[in-house]
């Protein structure tokens, strides 16, 4: 229980350290008297235990984002229209990576099955509801793989060059679409914070 808890932490300062990459700028550490924000879906992460691990858990992980870009096809606004279309090509063709590798390297390992939906029901929402509860859920979903695929790369814990390639690919992609989905919130919603995603240096616009 107390390594488990261990590489939990430090994935947490890998994802800080991933998102401040570039930028410069320190940011302060989390106040370990502070509130614990609910976050959409933190129940189901826990810490990446190697390669098959980080894999199985990435699939659905990456199935869940792109049900939920599909129903960006409804919205109003071009740019997250363009954004949806993206985030389900690009995260299909990975997913379609992904089970290849876990065919070819662990098939005597389970199936990846999904352990809880960490994005809500989008297909009862329009309009600027629509817009703005993905971009909520989005933002921190995306913060989730960036840390899983952060420390799956900081252990040392791909077996293979291309899954450390492809976890280098989804934690850069993943950071640079955060930071365009935090843009569109400030300029479609107003400024405001996210629970579980806060404006950490190296993730937002002009930062």
Known sequence: MKRRCTKAAMAAGALLAVI????????PSPSPTGPSPVCPGARQFRPVAGEYDYLAQMVPHHEDAIAAARQLDRSQRPELR???????????????????????????????SPRG??????????????????LQYMIPHHMMAIMMS??????????????????????????A???????????????????????????????
């Open 117 to 134: 939906s960490t994005m809500p029901d989008l297909s009862g929402l329009s309009g600027d509801r629509l817009d703005e509860t993905f």
């Open 82 to 112: 363009r954004l949806g279309q993206s985030i389900v090509r690009t995260q299909t063709a990975e997913v379609g990576t992904m089970k290849g590798w876990l065919e070819r390297w662990y098939p005597r390992s389970p199936a990846p």
């Open 177 to 207: 679409e955060v930071r365009l989905m935090w843009r569109y919130m400030g300029q479609w919603f107003g400024d405001r914070d996210l629970p579980c995603a806060p404006r950490w240096p190296g993730m937002m616009p002009g930062s």
């Open 150 to 175: 952060q420390q799956l790369l900081m252990h040392g814990e791909a077996r293979h060059a291309e899954v450390a390639d492809f976890a280098r690919q989804v934690r850069d992609e993943q950071r």
């Open 20 to 27: 401040a990459a570039g930028s410069g700028t320190p940011y």
